[in-house]
């Protein structure tokens, strides 16, 4: 297969013109952009970043540097050495009071109070709760829940006796009379008074109304 020459001689020179004028177009201003805005910052950088920092370094950098070094740091040394001394010489001071006092007082009564107090309370405690769950709590517990099942066991046989020997019959028998009693006389009913209206009435309507229309009432 024959390679397909991709050089810029294969390219027609009628087209090749103007792709490379609208590159320069298109691709110089923003290189000259970029070159103004590389100059610019060269110029800010040289004329006024590089006096504003030495500024800062000679006006406030180097004192506030010799004020830490010279006015507080010995200060805050020769204060933290200080305190340091009078803190070591009131802990050697009473350090030894204070060991005695905890070896020989504080300990022997903590032991004292926790041997003959605190322990016996807590055994008292213990024991008194002991009892009264397993004697009174548990007891009472077991009771109210055997009662409980009991009263609903009571109650469920109850309820399903008045219903099957007293609710169920008297449903049964108020559907039975109205069935057989209520039921055809109010269908009766309903059927007279039906033929009543279509009967008598609506005759009687309408005779009265043509009687009233002759007359010239209406």
Do not use: C
């Not at 390679?3 to 201003?29: H, M, Y």
């Amino acid at each position: 297969m024959p390679k397909v020459d991709q050089s810029s001689e294969s390219v027609p020179a009628w087209l090749l013109w103007p792709v490379r004028a609208i590159a320069v177009v298109v691709v110089l201003p923003f290189r000259l952009l970029l070159a103004a805005f590389e100059f610019i910052g060269d110029l800010l950088y040289r004329y006024v970043g590089k006096p504003l920092l030495w500024l800062w370094h000679w006006s406030v950098v180097v004192p506030v540097s010799w004020v830490w070094r010279t006015l507080i740091v010995p200060p805050a040394v020769w204060l933290g050495k200080g305190l340091l001394k009078v803190l070591a010489f009131v802990l050697a001071l009473f350090a030894v009071p204070l060991t005695w006092l905890w070896e020989n007082v504080l300990v022997p009564a903590a032991e004292l109070v926790h041997q003959w107090v605190l322990r016996p309370i807590g055994i008292a405690i213990a024991v008194s709760f002991r009892f009264l769950w397993e004697w009174v709590v548990a007891p009472v517990g077991r009771a109210l829940l055997w009662f409980l099942e009991l009263g609903w066991t009571g109650t469920s046989w109850v309820f399903r006796q008045i219903y099957r020997f007293l609710l169920r019959p008297i449903g049964l028998a108020i559907a039975f009379v109205w069935r057989y009693t209520f039921a055809p006389v109010f269908r009766a009913i309903g059927h007279a008074w039906r033929w009543t209206v279509d009967e008598i009435l609506r005759p009687a309507g309408a005779a009265v109304r043509s009687v009233l229309s002759a007359l010239g009432f209406r």
